[in-house]
């Protein structure tokens, strides 16, 4: 079954402490970014990827990093979370990066920093 | 800078209450115009692409259509599993994020 895996599903961690959010897609998919959603502001992109090795910064980067070694994966790292980035966070693919191609998206990650 | 604006931030109908959300936009060039549906505590599921003006697109009850400046998701005798959010989203020519409107929650009831 064709789709974009986000692990964990939820997560509570403390202030300053490191942790990955994992996602892996298994469509061969180019292109694959970051996003957070928050109550009022809707989705936000974090960071994206054009292929491996090629990353950018979205609207939000600050506090995150990201990671392309394999064409199928792309982590989400956060070096010392801090309560603003509690959040819904979602991972999505797309074929390419081109006018027809529509975004997958995995079944989120729901972060607390306490 | 780019834009994309949502209304009405929420729309309750009763069963077989014909509507439309709206989307409106402001970018530099459109590369495509994108329609998902988001279901509480799930990840979007895509509905329509849009890359014209002029362009429509039907799926079941759905039918997007698209101008220069806006784009309406048409609702025909809408269910009650129709309740959703429903995010609209645009890809401008001048680089490769997606930027999403904050979405219109949709709620139908029997």
């Known amino acids: 079954e064709a789709q974009v895996t986000q692990n964990p599903r939820y997560l509570i961690t403390v202030t300053g402490k490191k942790l990955t959010v994992t996602c892996s897609q298994n469509?061969?998919?180019?292109?694959m970014s970051w996003y957070r959603q928050d109550p009022g502001l809707g989705l936000r992109q974090i960071y994206y990827?054009?292929?491996?090795?090629?990353?950018d910064k979205g609207d939000v980067p600050e506090g995150y990093k990201v990671s392309r070694k394999e064409k199928r994966n792309f982590p989400l790292i956060l070096e010392s979370p801090s309560p603003n980035q509690t959040s819904l966070y979602f991972c999505?693919?797309?074929?390419?990066?081109?006018?027809?191609?529509?975004?997958?998206f995995g079944q989120g990650t729901r972060l607390t920093v306490v | 800078e780019d834009q994309v604006t949502q209304s009405p931030e929420a729309l309750r109908l009763q069963e077989g209450e014909s509507s439309s959300l709206n989307c409106s936009y402001t970018?530099?060039?459109?590369?495509?115009l994108f329609w998902y549906r988001q279901d509480p505590g799930k990840g979007p599921e895509f509905l329509f692409t849009?890359?014209?003006a002029g362009e429509e697109k039907e799926k079941e009850r759905l039918k997007a259509t698209l101008t220069k400046k806006e784009s309406f998701l048409h609702i025909t005798a809408p269910k009650p599993e129709d309740s959703a959010t429903y995010l609209c989203?645009?890809?401008?020519?001048?680089?490769?994020?997606?930027?999403f409107g904050k979405g219109t929650s949709l709620l139908v009831t029997p």
């Open positions: 990827s054009m292929n491996v090795e090629v990353t």
């Open positions: 849009l890359y014209s």
């Open positions: 989203a645009v890809n401008p020519n001048s680089g490769y994020a997606l930027n």
């Open positions: 469509m061969n998919h180019e292109y």
């Open positions: 999505a693919s797309s074929p390419r990066v081109s006018r027809d191609t529509e975004a997958f």
């Open positions: 970018v530099s060039g459109l590369r495509g």
